[in-house]
């Protein structure tokens, strides 16, 4: 006797359903076992591509300013997304779903009235899946999904399966956004702790010797020069210790006001030119007030410059410490210039001129066509003799 093609049906049905459910399992390991939030990003556009067989996905994380902070993409080379005319702006159909709690599945994307097309050398897309990601009523993020490998469209089992997906992504979003800044205070916490077990601790413990000290020199009138001169040392290392935690604290505050004088210039950047801003701040622990000042001078030059000449879509800001050294690297996609034969303006002689100050490092490398990146390295005051 045949089988029952209705029973087949069912039965092929449930087996595909078992696959996309142990599918999104294997997923939510895998997005687990991540910390970094780029890692996480790229895993997630990776992962959501093959749950459904996708050719194309893709993870946008919306900025400030209504457009497209981080875009991570799964299904192209880096050669191939290298030779995109600009990179995606958050307008148009991507922008509708940074700005929507509903999915949003189109058999024809083009169709969409708010569809706008693709750039120059961007692969051709038909169908299209896109999917909120959102925790506590704030959108976290977005999928972006083209083509299914087997040209069907995107079904609603589909769309099922990447909004379950969504609701983990929104999970580990949030994870690796609260690792961060438990990092951060971590770090804060830390140096908070170490200048009161300074003060409280081993300074009271000096001004206890020193008492002692001065109690032997009552004693003892043939060594009252010596014990006044070992005193007078102590002192002096009471002194040093002080600094040191005026420092600290010092440094935690301006730690925190780089971070929002930054993100301030990143807001004004925005406000005049619409190029896409990336910035990266790490938490820098070695700093004073000079540091504070070239750091954000320089990347004000430096912002002002891609304004004005570079006519640039994409500008990275990335601002990290090492053991040794700071590094700030400000780079754009703008036309660039030959640095052989075109003569610095005031600005990068101006930057050239806060790093000397400060007995850092600036590199300048550009060529026309591939656009600028400064460099700029220094030295931390605790390794720098």
Do not use: W
Not at 10 to 33: F, H, M
Not at 111 to 119: A, E, L, Q, T
């Amino acid at each position: 006797m045949a089988d029952d093609p209705m029973t087949q049906d069912k039965g092929s049905q449930t087996d595909y359903s078992e696959a996309k459910l142990n599918a999104l399992s294997e997923a939510v390991r895998a997005v687990a076992a991540e910390f970094t939030l780029d890692r996480i990003l790229k895993r997630l556009a990776e992962i959501a591509a093959r749950m459904i067989g996708a050719r194309y996905a893709a993870f946008g994380v919306p900025d400030s300013m209504q457009g497209l902070a981080e875009f991570t993409v799964y299904g192209m080379t880096e050669e191939e997304i290298a030779l995109i005319e600009h990179p995606p702006e958050g307008r148009g159909l991507l922008g509708v779903l940074l700005n929507s709690e509903h999915p949003i599945r189109l058999p024809r994307l083009q169709d969409h009235p708010k569809s706008v097309g693709f750039p120059k050398n961007h692969p051709y897309m038909t169908r299209f899946l896109g999917v909120p990601i959102v925790s506590k009523g704030q959108i976290l993020g977005s999928f972006y999904l083209c083509d299914r490998i087997d040209g069907q469209p995107f079904s609603e089992d589909d769309e099922r399966m990447i909004s379950l997906l969504a609701a983990h992504a929104a999970i580990a979003i949030e994870n690796a956004k609260l690792s961060e800044q438990l990092r951060r205070l971590a770090v804060l916490e830390e140096r908070d702790r170490i200048s009161m077990e300074l003060h409280d601790g081993i300074i009271q413990s000096i001004y206890a010797i020193g008492i002692k000290l001065e109690l032997i020199r009552m004693n003892a009138p043939e060594q009252a020069e010596q014990i006044a001169a070992v005193n007078r040392d102590l002192n002096r290392v009471i002194e040093d210790l002080r600094r040191y935690i005026r420092d600290l604290r010092v440094g935690v505050e301006m730690s925190m006001s780089l971070r929002e004088q930054m993100n301030d210039l990143a807001r004004r950047f925005r406000e005049v030119c619409s190029a896409r801003l990336v910035m990266d701040i790490s938490n820098i622990t070695n700093l004073n007030e000079d540091r504070l000042h070239a750091l954000l001078q320089i990347t004000r030059e430096s912002l002002s410059n891609i304004v004005r000449h570079a006519e640039a879509t994409e500008v990275y800001v990335d601002l990290h410490e090492t053991p040794t050294h700071v590094t700030l690297v400000i780079s754009d996609d703008g036309k660039g210039f030959d640095p052989k034969t075109t003569p610095p303006g005031i600005g990068l002689r101006n930057i050239r001129q806060r790093v000397r100050q400060l007995e850092g490092i600036a590199e300048i490398e550009s060529r026309p066509g591939r656009g600028c990146t400064i460099t700029v390295m220094l030295p931390n005051p605790s390794t720098h003799s």
